[in-house]
């Protein structure tokens, strides 16, 4: 069986024509983009780097680490958003390899041939998260680096992800996130761990309301980072 809700995949794809539009439902992947392109080029230096990006959706992610030198390969589930990447290649001029493939199917295909593998804002989206990692960490090169972005399960985060972000602030569709589904951080290192990596501690991403600005922090209560070396 595929690793992937049917659900979330209709989801993203009805709005995949609206990927690239920085005023659109993905105004917060536009925002919060170059804080994560600079956070992983700090740790690896991508230029030159084989990367693979799991859960590409309409590329904004791959792009960006494709104009910073990378050789990408960016897989999704979703045709549209893929569809959608493909031809902002177009317009970009930059190279990026999509492919429609499951991570565990390309981990299959491809077992260790990747410097850095990404795997942002991806987790809390599919039914067997620690399954999307193991296939992480297959597809990484030993000594490789996976990096991880998802939505910390408490309270708080209910809140400010759900609650704030997509009835109060609308910025997300409603229905975007299922709490259930998000996951704490010591389960992540703990998932990353039984996958054969070695989780870092995670680092916080954190939106102000009032100044309407993203930043990295050691806030971790909802949204974070987590980086792990195989």
């Known amino acids: ?7 979330e995949l209709q989801k993203f794809g009805d709005l995949a024509h609206r990927w690239w539009d920085p005023n659109s439902e993905f105004r917060p ?24 990006d799991v859960g590409c959706g309409g590329g904004l992610l791959s792009e960006g680490m494709a104009a910073r030198g ?10 549209k958003p893929l569809g959608v990447a493909r031809l902002h290649l177009l317009e970009s001029g930059l190279t990026v390899d999509y ?19 990404t795997c942002l804002e ?12 193991r296939a992480c960490s297959q597809l990484v090169k030993p000594g490789g680096t996976v990096f991880l972005s998802t939505i910390n399960r408490n309270p708080k985060a209910y809140l400010f992800a759900v609650f704030g972000a997509e009835y109060i602030l609308q910025l997300l569709p409603k ?5 259930a589904r998000f996951i704490k951080p010591s389960e992540l290192a703990r998932w990353s761990r039984m996958a054969g990596l070695s989780p870092e501690a995670p680092i916080g991403l954190s939106y102000n309301p009032f100044t309407k600005i993203y930043s990295l922090g050691d806030d ?9 070396t195989r």
């Open 220 to 228: 971790t209560s909802v949204n974070y980072l987590m980086a792990a």
């Open 29 to 52: 992947l536009h925002e919060i983009n170059p804080l994560r392109l600079d956070w992983i080029d700090q740790q690896v230096g991508l230029a030159g780097k084989k990367v693979i």
């Open 70 to 79: 990378a050789q990408v390969t960016g897989i999704d589930l979703s045709e």
């Open 122 to 133: 991806m987790l809390e989206h599919v039914p067997d998260p620690i399954s999307t990692l």
């Open 99 to 117: 492919r429609q493939i499951s991570a565990e199917a390309m981990a299959t295909e491809q077992p260790g041939q990747y410097d850095v593998v």
């Open 1 to 7: 069986m595929t690793n992937a809700d049917p659900r």
């Open 175 to 179: 229905g975007t996130h299922d709490y």
